[in-house]
């Protein structure tokens, strides 16, 4: 919308060095007002609750949940992490680091997590696979063993989940390998 002002006479401004003839002129001058650019959208929910319009900062919902939720619910609905605003692709966050307890990530305050809340996770993994075939498959690789007396050809089994290195007292006395014997269970 635009208004336009009546033409006005402007005399030339202080300061010039004219002569006693008065200039002037006439010119139309306009302003813009600007009063919303914005098409006319129904306020947008919040995007964890999806109740009113509030910011996710003042969302009961999101500040009820702990910080590993905090940052589940930030990823599914793209907030951007260091201001928990949506993201989009004009989105330039000016954010600021984290700073509780010395912490220097970029990231908002409500999804910083302290070392206990760390801690106190325990993640328990199992797997089990059963085959109606009865077999099973075993990493088994043809090595060469060296030791004092002899090299030997035989064959090893890789195991993931070992900590420790076995070999069979047998094998051991004929390479002549020399160590502590210890049993296993």
């Known amino acids: 919308m635009q208004c336009v002002r009546p033409p006005e006479t402007i005399t030339q401004p202080r300061g010039y060095d004219h002569?006693?003839?008065?200039?002037t002129e006439n010119v139309f001058t306009s302003a813009n007002r600007r009063e919303n650019t914005e098409p006319n959208r129904?306020?947008?929910?919040?995007?964890?609750?999806?109740k009113t319009r509030h910011d996710v900062t003042d969302c009961e919902t999101f500040m009820k949940a702990d910080s590993n939720k905090r940052w589940d619910l930030a990823k599914s609905h793209y907030l951007c992490f260091k201001c928990l605003k949506h993201r989009n692709k004009t989105h330039n966050c000016r954010g600021s680091r984290c700073e509780i307890d010395g912490c220097q990530q970029w990231h908002h305050k409500l999804l910083h997590f302290t070392k206990k809340q760390e801690t106190e996770r325990n993640d328990i993994v199992a797997s089990t696979w059963t085959s109606e075939?009865?077999?099973?498959f075993l990493k088994i690789i043809p090595v060469r063993v060296a030791g004092p007396k002899k090299e030997i050809d035989t064959y090893a089994l890789l195991d993931d989940g070992s900590t420790v290195t076995l070999i069979d007292s047998d094998l051991a006395q004929q390479l002549g390998a020399r160590g502590r014997n210890e049993p296993y269970t």
Do not use: A, L, Q
């Open 19 to 23: 002569t006693d003839e008065k200039n």
């Open 42 to 50: 129904s306020p947008r929910p919040c995007p964890v609750c999806e």
């Open 133 to 136: 075939r009865n077999r099973c």
